[in-house]
């Protein structure tokens, strides 16, 4: 998995809520619950998704020798999709048709008979469905830092949704996704600078109307965070040795005390 093997990129969620304040057996056998089951004799839906153990996709243990580390725990995210391509279905469908119209004293198809192919061919692509011949797996890695009350994981947003569905079902606690603005706004409130961050700024590059002592207002300005703010949000797990670089908005902002 990224985290275990090397350098990956990643998005942040703080865990809210009363979450553990160490890692026990109830937290894995919570995860041995929601864990990906697949069904042996049923129809699987289209997209499936649950818990992995992470090493594989077929990893479907959680212990403390290979998913805890110092005091963060470490597993997966498994997203399944069942899917027949259109194409084929069209290429079952044209074929039943045209071995039932041969068939028939005029090379037709009837009505009723094409009605009977469609069955035909549904039950023929759930077969397959259930045979697994379709099936596509796909592994998100998490890791969840407990003594910061973090989550880390390279989950897009699609698998980002799946993600906070299960773990608010799986924990009872709620992912809140952390940009440099929202890591700026914890920062501030931790060393008591919260005004500084709504007095924050953007950088002025040219002179307003009314010269330098024009302030510009954008109501946007309070959900980012001024530079020299981020540059001191870092962000360690403490446990795989991971650390991130420093947070930046693609933006320079500033204090106002600082304009020039």
Not at 213 to 242: E, F, M, N
């Amino acid at each position: 998995m990224g985290f275990a093997s090397g350098s990956m990129s990643f998005r942040r969620f703080a865990v809210v809520g009363q979450q553990p304040k160490q890692i026990d057996q109830d937290l894995l056998d919570k995860l041995t619950e929601f864990a990906l089951q697949l069904g042996e004799y049923s129809v699987p839906d289209e997209v499936e998704y649950g818990w992995c153990g992470g090493r594989h996709v077929l990893d479907a243990k959680f212990s403390f020798e290979h998913n805890v580390f110092n005091d963060a725990l470490h597993f997966a995210l498994r997203i399944d999709t069942n899917r027949v391509p259109g194409d084929l279905k069209k290429a079952y469908q044209m074929m039943e048709e045209e071995a039932v119209a041969a068939q028939n004293p005029s090379g037709h198809i009837s009505k009723n008979q094409r009605r009977d192919v469609k069955d035909v061919v549904r039950r023929k692509i759930e077969e397959e469905l259930k045979s697994g011949r379709f099936r596509r797996s796909k592994l998100v890695p998490v890791l969840w830092d407990l003594p910061s009350h973090t989550l880390f994981t390279p989950a897009s947003n699609q698998a980002a949704e799946k993600l906070l569905e299960l773990f608010e079902r799986t924990f009872g606690l709620e992912l809140e996704p952390l940009g440099a603005g929202s890591l700026a706004l914890r920062y501030c409130e931790k060393h008591g600078r919260r005004r500084d961050y709504e007095d924050a700024r953007p950088t002025r590059f040219v002179a307003g109307p009314e010269g330098k002592s024009q302030t510009p207002d954008y109501p946007w300005v309070r959900a980012i965070a001024y530079d020299h703010i981020s540059d001191s949000c870092y962000c360690a797990t403490g446990a795989l040795g991971v650390t991130s670089s420093p947070v930046r908005e693609a933006s320079h902002f500033e204090h106002p005390g600082h304009l020039t």
